[in-house]
């Protein structure tokens, strides 16, 4: 009789490292070194050609060839040298083999001293001022005491060219030579410079425009003739063209250079359709909010009344249940449903004082809906936009009102007075019905990013700066830095890092925390901040529904019950900060374009603005599914906050409308450890999920 084999048996089998030999060649599972103190064991195999069996599920055999392993120890006493280590040699390579004939190498090193750089010396450098060369020769990679090594030597070969042709040497080259003394473990370097004339910029030669005239693309180059050469200028140009949004391809290069010292440009470009209309349509799913469907309209006009003027009409419409849409279909209570809506039209006319500065002026409505509140909100804004490289300035002016707006789940005409936080001041000339505000806004942004949608790699920060002025309901400061990270591991793993923190700062005589519209204060949870949270489900809270329920007040032979809050609303806080790491897999390998993320998001929201390292943070690790799409990344992402802080909702004194008599509603605590069962507390889950489009930094 047949016997099958357990799964958890063929399983290991699968995983298991083959051991048939091959041509009479052994398999080799692995390579060690010992006696690498300053390389790395996996720099060093990246180094030669004999590679070990690898593979989890499905091992891929590799053998070990005794010729070809001779030749590999001489690569890895090249790299050595490469890196500086003359003295570098391998002493031995040990053949250990298992009872199944496989075989793994100890390659043993002797690494010995490294050459450092001793001196440096550039010749012929009579074309080049000594202020100058003092730049270039601070600008280089190797410095006189720095280890030697050869791939540092010919980088700083490129560096002084370019350095030479930033400074006007279009026809720059530079030769070197290295004396290497083993004996004192020294390198002296010599560099020879070739740096030719210094050139100045001719004319500037536009082709593959045809609607478009040439006059307004060499405006929106910056170059101008007889400035002094440098391919930094040449970059700008190319970034300032194509940030005109009229072009699909831009190049700006240097024609052949001739006998006279002036360059001449040519920019060549492509141009895109002047008018493009966009359509979409989508969703989102968080805990307590549901937009379904979203809908998305786009009109673009590149060249409005020409000028290079470009138009940006958007518009984008949801219908929102809130919490849920099953819940609101079972007609549970406390549920919201609406359209929800931002539409936007923007005018950017360019380069209005000087190339790169842009005037961007801006309309905009927009209709939204929370799990805490809901307003109209109509604005303008206005203002001056510079971008250089990777570096972008923006000045506005903004005139925001904002109507209609409420606290859902509170009657705000049923509370007199409110212990702590004044819902007085939350209702009075808070932005509840409706609030004006004024502020200029000042925005620095810096973005390395390899990709907007999916980043890599690269570096992103930036910091807005507002102050409210008057016209306008309040007078405050707002600050909110932030900053993301993004490093490559492996091809196949990806760090990402953030920090974010913001204060609004109350001016004037009334400090109470609420004396600012809630608008403009931070809120935290949601699937882009504290993922651990429903959206706006952080921070601080006020009280809804008494447990009496109004009317109906009970009184028994020991005396009147206390009335807690049943419900709740998230009123933000004027302190926010924000840390967030997440490690993103690939896993093509499991399923295509798929990827998996463990993340961690900790965070806190205050009534009161916190200098960022004081104060508890709320840390909730998570894990998400990813599924890689052209348009950014579907992603649902699941959180738990493992030390939620308990909020308290303030008592308040409630007014009977049956009989116009006043009531009070006990503090009642909002938390993940409220038994319910009491009525003395609100439970708050400590656990959330998020489905959306896009990474959440």
């Known amino acids: 009789m047949r016997k099958t084999l357990p799964p958890v048996f063929l399983a290991l089998c699968a995983c298991a490292t083959p051991s048939t030999p091959f041509e009479g060649r052994p398999v080799l599972v692995g390579i060690d070194f010992a006696g690498n103190h300053s390389i790395s064991s996996g720099e060093l195999l990246d180094h030669i050609a004999t590679a070990p069996t690898t593979g989890f599920f499905k091992k891929t055999a590799r053998y070990y060839d005794v010729d070809l392993f001779a030749i590999d120890v001489k690569r890895i006493v090249r790299w050595y040298n490469q890196k500086g280590f003359y003295e570098a040699k391998v ?69 002084l060219v370019d350095q030479l042709k930033q400074r006007g040497f279009a026809e720059a080259q530079v030769s070197g030579q290295v004396r290497v003394a083993p004996e004192d473990s020294a390198a002296f370097i010599t560099y020879k410079l070739d740096p030719g004339s210094r050139y100045t910029f001719g004319r500037v030669v536009v082709t593959g425009n045809r609607a478009i005239d040439a006059s307004e693309i060499i405006r929106a180059t910056g170059i101008r003739r007889g400035d002094l050469f440098s391919p930094r200028a040449l970059q700008l140009a190319q970034q300032r063209v194509y940030n005109l949004g009229a072009f699909a391809g831009v190049r700006v290069a240097l024609e052949p250079l001739g006998d006279s010292p002036v360059a001449a440009v040519q920019v060549t470009v492509r141009e895109a359709p002047f008018q493009t209309i966009r359509l979409g349509i989508g969703g989102q799913i968080e805990e307590f909010r549901w937009e379904l469907p979203r809908l998305r309209a786009d009109y673009t006009n590149r060249n409005l009344f020409g000028g290079l003027r470009r138009l940006e009409l958007s518009s984008t419409l949801g219908y929102a249940f809130v ?49 805490g509140f809901a307003y109209d909100e109509v604005a303008g804004r206005f203002g001056p936009l510079y971008r250089i490289d990777r570096h972008s300035i923006a000045a506005s002016l903004n005139f925001v009102r904002y109507f209609n707006a409420g606290l859902n789940g509170v009657d705000l005409t049923q509370l007199v007075q409110q212990g702590g936080q004044s819902l007085g001041v939350l209702a009075n000339n808070n932005c509840i019905p409706a609030c004006t505000l004024t502020y200029p806004e000042l925005r620095y942004t810096y973005d390395s990013r390899d990709n907007v949608l999916e980043p890599t790699s690269g570096f992103f920060g930036t910091v807005s700066l507002q102050q409210t002025l008057k016209p306008g309901s309040f007078s405050y400061f707002r600050v909110e830095p932030e900053v993301r990270a993004y490093f490559p591991v492996a091809p196949w793993l990806v760090l990402a890092g953030r920090a974010q923190y913001g204060a609004l700062i109350v001016e004037g005589p009334n400090q109470d925390a609420q004396a600012s519209p809630f608008t403009q204060r931070f ?38 019950i206390q009335d807690y809050w049943t419900t709740y609303a998230s009123v933000g806080g004027n302190g926010a900060a924000l840390l967030s790491g997440e490690l993103r897999f690939r896993t093509d390998f499991l399923f295509r374009n798929s990827g998996i993320v463990l993340f961690t998001d900790a965070s806190r929201i205050t009534a009161n603005p916190t200098l960022p390292w ?84």
């Open 323 to 371: 919490p849920s849409l099953p819940e609101v279909i079972r007609k549970a209570p406390q549920t919201e449903t609406g359209l929800v809506t931002l539409t936007s039209a923007q005018l950017t006319t360019p380069n209005v004082l000087f190339p790169g500065v842009d005037l961007v002026s801006r309309a905009e409505f927009a209709r939204e809906l929370q799990q």
């Open 91 to 159: 002493t031995g390579v040990d053949e250990v083999r298992d009872d199944k004939g496989r075989v793994r190498l100890v390659v043993h090193v002797e690494e010995g001293r490294r050459a450092y750089v001793k001196d440096i010396w550039f010749v012929d450098t009579d074309a080049v001022s000594p202020e100058e060369m003092g730049d270039i020769d601070a600008a280089l990679a190797l410095h006189r005491g720095d280890n030697f090594d050869e791939d540092q030597y010919e980088k700083s070969k490129e560096q």
């Open 614 to 697: 004081e104060g508890r943070l709320e840390v909730a690790p998570g894990i998400g599914l990813r599924y890689i799409t052209p348009f950014g990344p579907i992603r649902l992402d699941v959180a738990y906050v493992v030390n939620p802080v308990s909020v308290e909702a303030p008592g308040a004194r409630v007014i009977d409308p049956t009989t116009k008599t006043e009531f009070p509603v006990a503090a009642t605590r909002i938390g993940p450890d409220c038994d319910q069962r009491d009525g003395t507390c609100i439970y708050q889950r400590r656990w959330s999920y998020h489905l959306t489009l896009g990474e959440a930094f």
């Open 523 to 560: 809120f935290g949870g949601g699937q882009n901040y504290q993922r651990g949270y429903a959206s706006f489900g952080q921070g601080p809270k006020v009280g809804g529904a008494p447990s009496a329920g109004v009317g109906r007040t009970l009184i028994t032979p020991f005396g009147p």
